[in-house]
């Protein structure tokens, strides 16, 4: 037998950590990593906080998990700050992200549905999205490398170019539910979307009767220094998917809907066993106790404003292999002019930092929220040695 027993579906480096304090994580070795990836943009407190530890701690030796057949004290409190917090009224709890995109999709499709409209099932979404490994998640982009060999996929999607607002609003037909998108697209190379484009999405779904389903699993809870990236373009969508951030390292998940647009989900069209269990809710309370703190959301967009900045004045001491930054408050991302996935390799194996390739050839940097100054000058000090000695490959 040559498959290994963990199903060898990603292609693992040789970092293995063990532990993690604050930034940094500690290998099986005993290598230190500055950690500015944070598991794709989920460790948003660093690693080993002690209010989410605590918090965790302390509901494992109270009570795990409960059937959602019982009444949840829980769930209705981590439900009730959220709705407190953003425009939504009503709240899902899932496990990951992809289950979040897949309450998203439900819900808008059974919007239509109960307004007696069930012919309304198309989500118009955008090219390099990435919105989970679900079969539903996986149909919503039009992305092959996801989607080779598992089709049939599901029907009800319509692929536009991202930002792209006319080409967009040219797929609108009788069959169009709404919009599925990212207001930053994160695997597809921290790609902004334009004020225009955001801001016209939403108002054509006003004009015909459509629902605007954000997908803010990676660029929302603080990582762009407000509490939801769309607060950035000053609108509201009706529904939103939410993951990584929300539990720091604990596998939560969430859809958030207004009372509108979530009226087609009532008793028995949904649910989960684990989604929102008392575990999974302590570590959702602690992660908000933190982050709605008074200055935590302001400090995130002054340490992306220094990142940024470092990098920027980086960038004309190795043009040869860095070309621009991109993205918003600790959402960034240092596009290369070469193939970003080797340089990635290289800071990490020669420099013991941690970053994530995407596409477009950039490089993301996800850094805990709660990094100050020292990381940041760690940071560029690791990425400026690196550039000074990494050669690309010729045919990158
Ligand atoms: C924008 C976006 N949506 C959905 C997902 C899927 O989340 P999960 O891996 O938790 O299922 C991701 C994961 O990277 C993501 O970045």
Not at 11 to 29: I, M
Not at 215 to 221: L, S
Request: overall charge negative; charged content about 20%.
């Amino acid at each position: 037998m040559t498959i290994t027993p963990l199903m060898p579906v990603y292609p693992r480096c040789g970092v293995r950590p063990v532990r993690g304090e604050g930034a940094y994580l500690f290998g099986e070795d005993g290598q230190q990593y500055l950690d500015f990836a944070s598991g794709i943009a989920v460790n948003a407190l660093g690693h080993a906080h002690p209010r989410l530890t605590k918090a965790i701690a302390d509901q494992a030796a109270t009570l795990m998990h409960v059937s959602n057949l019982y009444g949840s004290p829980q769930g209705e409190h981590l439900a009730q700050r959220l709705v407190d917090n953003t425009f939504a009224d009503t709240v899902f709890f899932t496990n990951s992200g992809a289950e979040a995109v897949e309450c998203a999709i439900k819900t808008a499709r059974r919007y239509h549905f109960a307004n007696g409209n069930p012919q309304r099932h198309t989500l118009i979404t955008f090219d390099t999205a990435f919105h989970g490994r679900t079969l539903g998640a996986i149909s919503a982009t039009n992305q092959a490398k996801m989607r080779d060999g598992f089709e049939p996929l599901l029907p009800g999607f319509a692929y536009a170019k991202f930002n792209d607002l006319e080409g967009a609003l040219a797929l609108i037909d009788d069959n169009t539910a709404g919009f599925l998108v990212e207001p930053i697209q994160g695997e597809g190379g921290i790609r902004q979307a334009s004020h225009e484009f955001l801001t016209g999405l939403r108002k054509a779904c006003d004009e015909h009767g459509l629902l605007l389903v954000l997908d803010e699993v990676q660029c929302g809870y603080g990582r762009t220094g407000k509490f939801f990236a769309h607060e950035l373009y000053g609108i509201t969508p009706d529904i939103m998917a939410v993951a990584k951030g929300i539990g720091g390292g604990f596998p939560l998940g969430a859809c958030l809907a207004t009372e509108e647009a979530a009226k087609g989900m009532v008793a028995g069209t949904h649910g989960s066993t684990y989604g929102g269990n008392p575990l999974a809710m302590a570590a959702g309370e602690a992660i908000l106790d933190v982050m709605l703190e008074d200055g935590f959301l302001e400090n995130v967009t002054a340490m992306g404003d220094r990142l940024r900045q470092g990098l920027e004045q980086m960038i004309p001491n190795h043009d040869h292999l860095f070309d621009s930054v991109r993205g918003t408050g600790l959402m960034l991302g240092l596009k290369l002019k070469s193939d970003s996935r080797a340089f990635v390799a290289f800071a990490r194996d020669n420099h013991n930092l941690l970053l994530v390739s995407a596409g477009e050839n950039v490089v993301r940097i996800l850094p805990p929220l709660v990094i100050d100054e020292s990381h940041i000058a760690e940071c560029i000090d690791k990425l400026s040695t690196a550039a000074r000695v990494y050669v690309p490959a010729a045919d990158d």
